[in-house]
């Protein structure tokens, strides 16, 4: 693992931008796997305001809330729409979906397999998951339906208008796919992901912390603030 300790989310945004930039000029970066929440923001800004060109670059999100369709501003394909895709058009873009049954999993591991993620760009939770699978989920799943935690649900509640109105469940990339990625770049900022990143880079790999399986992966950059490196 490689740990850059950043100011803030802005310098943490452009650094993770510098990077696929740099992957994009290699010719290497054909599917460039895309995370959701606050976190990635700086990121999507930065690509944003780049004159880089996806129309040749594929791209796989993590995770959708089973019940949200694409037309609903709180699912992620909308976040994707207006933080991304809107400004930057990718040749194909695919986001589980979270209005079909649950073969919308199995429709997802055959995407991933027809197109091995190059490059995935990870958030964190506050309880160590990444995409949506939270503390438990075994390390060789593969695209699942998740029962959200209370503690993400509480979490992401920020984006909708009550509590209530969060969806209680996922349909998540597992950490199989995650981890088949060529290389990871994880993002985390703020005092309140600090307690999970020590977890994810000193603890032991465990299932309860599903981000300490990143310290198996062979090219994983973590870039953190300050403030998530506190307990380091
Ligand atoms: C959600 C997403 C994750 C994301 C996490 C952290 O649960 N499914 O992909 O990493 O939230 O969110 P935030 O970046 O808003 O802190």
Do not use: W
């Amino acid at each position: 693992m490689r740990v850059l300790i950043v100011k803030d989310e802005q310098e943490g945004g452009r650094i993770a931008f510098d990077q696929i930039k740099g992957a994009m000029a290699t010719g290497q970066l054909n599917v460039l796997g895309l995370a959701t929440g606050g976190t990635p923001c700086t990121l999507y800004e930065n690509i944003r305001n780049s004159n880089l060109d996806f129309s040749n670059t594929i791209s796989v999100n993590l995770d959708e809330y089973v019940g949200l369709g694409a037309e609903d501003p709180q699912s992620y394909h909308y976040f994707m729409q207006e933080q991304l895709f809107n400004v930057k058009p990718f040749k194909k873009s695919y986001i589980p979906d979270g209005k079909k049954g649950e073969e919308a999993c199995a429709e997802y591991n055959q995407i991933l397999k027809e197109h091995p993620i190059d490059l995935q760009i990870l958030g964190l939770g506050q309880n160590g998951h990444i995409g949506f699978n939270e503390p438990g989920t075994p390390f060789t799943t593969p695209t699942h339906k998740v029962q959200l935690t209370k503690s993400t649900i509480e979490a992401n509640k920020r984006f909708f208008d009550c509590v209530e109105d969060v969806p209680t469940e996922a349909y998540s990339m597992g950490i199989d796919s995650i981890m088949q990625a060529k290389s990871i770049i994880l993002l985390a900022y703020g005092e309140k992901k600090a307690d999970a990143v020590a977890k994810m880079i000193q603890g032991e790999i465990t299932e309860d912390l599903p981000a300490s399986i990143l310290q198996k992966h062979p090219d994983v950059t973590i870039i953190i603030d300050e403030a998530a490196a506190k307990d380091l």
